[in-house]
């Protein structure tokens, strides 16, 4: 089970995540998001258990714990919805239509 978690301090790298929930149960991956132009942390990450009942067992005993001088939220990773977001830009009408800037008349 892949788990999600928040609120990390940036300074926080994967051998850290590792270290912190591997005093729960064995950790398959971690990582730590990072931003891909400056590669600082953007505060969150992601750990994967071997076993799904260690991971439900670092959920309850390290949502709302603090790692750093930060409170850190871990629950179950979602999945990403298809198509990688919203990242256009861009605007809707009040029908829910539209399409992006190039679309406007000036």
Known sequence: MRLYVGGLPYQTDEQEL???FGQVGTVTFATVITDRDTGRSKGFGFV???????????????????????????????????????RGGGYQDRRGQGGGYRDRRY
């Open 18 to 20: 590792r270290e912190v």
């Open 48 to 86: 994967e258990f071997e076993d799904d009942e260690q991971a439900r067992a670092a959920i309850d005993q390290l949502n709302g714990t603090t790692l750093g001088n930060r409170t850190i939220t871990v629950n179950e990773a979602r999945e990403r919805p298809a198509g990688g977001g919203n």
